[in-house]
């Protein structure tokens, strides 16, 4: 039965990251919904084609729920479980996604985001400084913790990550020298964290809605502020100075090895911009 098998599963990746956990249980909630009752070998490889595509809307989100199915039903057909035949996952073929251009920032706006920050919340300088320094994914900041950071760099524990890996980033010079004058607190993030970083994009010049800020909508004119803008900053600034792929895909917690990294970040950004934006200093 497709309910028990799936209940086991989850069982059995109960230590995943909290995004893993989530998308486990997305894929448990929608295979309940069309297949509840059945046996996991009586559903065929159109019926399963069929499901991904009525449950997602783009070629990445049909991507990832393809992925979270076909380690379930590997996992299920591994003896001496057996409850089912592997290829019958192979129909989802990966859909290709179209390539969209990153969001990037330049020097002058880096330098701008960090002197409102040291202005306005300086309580907030620490963090900002580690996501434009290395890039970490928002999910990884928030499960910081003050001993995570030493002066050797910072270790990012397994049940911090997305792909449930410990990481090692070395401690970034001009990052250093943030930390020595905004050192960070009895936490990493301050109380409100969430609200005052909107606020510093506000305040920097983007358009940011922020109830910190008065009047908390945005001027029209002002651009929007990218997805990710400082991760995939800080990626292009590394690829554009030469830092290895290979070390900057482990720092970067990418599974897939250098195709990400090659596909958006190879040519976004020169490299004296970037010696720029490594320049950038406490003021």
């Known amino acids: 039965d497709i309910g028990i098998a799936l209940g086991q599963f989850l ?59 076909k380690t379930f039903w ?30 990037i920032l330049n020097a002058e706006q880096c330098q701008k985001l960090m002197e409102t920050a040291e202005r306005h919340y300086p309580e907030c300088v620490p963090a900002m400084a580690i996501k434009l320094f290395t890039g970490l994914r928002n999910s990884e900041l928030e499960r910081l913790e003050p001993g995570d950071i030493t002066d050797e760099g910072i270790t990012l524990r397994v049940e911090t990550t997305k792909t449930s890996r410990r990481r090692f980033i070395s401690m970034p010079e001009p990052l250093a020298k943030w930390l020595k004058i905004y050192p960070i607190a009895e936490t ?3 109380a409100n964290w969430k609200r005052k970083e909107k606020a510093i994009r506000r305040l920097a010049g983007w358009k940011v809605w922020c109830d910190l800020v008065e009047p908390p909508e945005p001027p029209a004119h002002l651009p929007d502020w990218p997805d990710n803008a400082l991760r995939h900053t800080h990626a292009s600034a590394m690829v554009a100075m030469g830092k290895p792929l290979d070390k900057l895909t482990f720092e970067f917690g990418h599974s897939g090895g250098h195709a990400v990294l090659k596909s958006h970040y190879v040519g976004a950004m020169t490299k004296a911009e970037a010696e720029r934006i490594w320049g950038i200093e406490p003021s």
């Open 11 to 69: 069982l059995a990746k109960d230590g995943k990251s909290d995004s893993q956990r989530r998308a486990y249980e997305q894929m448990q909630a929608a295979l309940l919904a069309d297949f509840k009752g059945r046996k996991l070998s009586s559903i065929t490889p159109a019926e399963l084609v069929n499901h991904v595509d009525n449950h997602t809307g783009t070629p990445t989100t049909f991507n990832a729920r393809a992925t979270a199915i």
């Open 188 to 190: 990493v993030l301050p």
């Open 74 to 103: 590997k996992w299920c057909s591994k003896l001496p479980r057996g409850w089912c035949d592997a290829k019958t996952t192979e129909v989802l073929e990966r859909r290709e996604v179209p390539r969209s251009t990153i969001g």
